[in-house]
């Protein structure tokens, strides 16, 4: 696997390193030690896969709060996906800033998401799968999430937003 730090402190771009021959390829897409080697959250509690139908599916920003704060990778196994992590930890440098990173079941990119940062994305085509692995298990009391549309963050998407849940359309302005 090849890490890339992204602008934020503990966000990764990571390639996989396919070995191909006739039949195809393999390649590893986690490893407890390449992931403690650079100092990351090796613990993995839970995995879950979403399906979004429609193109321009807004799914996030969503976070859990300590003492539940997880850890996530993300990785589109079908189709397309416009995928953000916003870092919320108020002593960063990069407090409210945001990176992207293009995930297609092509390109076979994960986002590596540490706790103290929200995460979501937008779907850029329809029937889109995205696998997430966790550090933590789901608590609902620590659940919590910011607005995709917030001003405080000035999130770019690509495309428009056609279907987001009433939830993800409803937190208020970030304070």
Same mark, same amino acid.
């Given at each position: %696997?090849?890490?890339?730090e992204?602008?934020?402190?503990g966000i990764?771009?990571i ?8 039949r ?20 993995l509690a ?7 139908k429609r193109k321009?599916?807004?799914?996030? %920003?969503?976070?859990?709060l300590?003492?539940h704060?997880e ?10 996906i416009f995928?953000?992590a916003?870092?919320l ?11 992207s990173?293009?995930l297609t079941?092509?390109?076979?990119? %994960?986002?590596?998401v540490?706790e ?6 937008l779907t850029?085509?329809?029937d889109?799968?995205v696998?997430?692995q %966790?550090?933590e298990f789901?608590?609902?009391e620590s659940a919590g999430?910011?607005r995709w549309?917030d001003p ?5 998407w690509?495309?428009?937003v056609?279907a987001i849940?009433?939830?993800d359309?409803s937190?208020?302005?970030?304070a």
């Amino acid at each position: %696997m090849i890490f890339e730090e992204t602008k934020i402190a503990g966000i990764f771009k990571i390639q996989l390193e396919p070995v191909s021959d006739d039949r195809g390829f393999f390649a590893r897409s986690w490893c407890r030690k390449e992931f403690e080697t650079r100092g990351l959250n090796p613990h993995l509690a839970q995995c879950s896969l979403s399906f979004s139908k429609r193109k321009g599916t807004l799914r996030g %920003m969503h976070y859990q709060l300590a003492p539940h704060a997880e850890t996530k990778l993300i990785r589109c196994t079908r189709g397309s996906i416009f995928d953000i992590a916003l870092d919320l930890r108020p002593a960063s440098p990069t407090f409210k800033e945001w990176t992207s990173a293009i995930l297609t079941a092509e390109n076979h990119h %994960m986002l590596y998401v540490p706790e103290g940062c929200a995460h979501g994305f937008l779907t850029l085509e329809d029937d889109c799968e995205v696998f997430y692995q %966790m550090s933590e298990f789901y608590h609902p009391e620590s659940a919590g999430g910011v607005r995709w549309d917030d001003p405080a963050f000035g999130i770019v998407w690509p495309v428009e937003v056609k279907a987001i849940s009433s939830r993800d359309a409803s937190y208020p302005d970030f304070a």
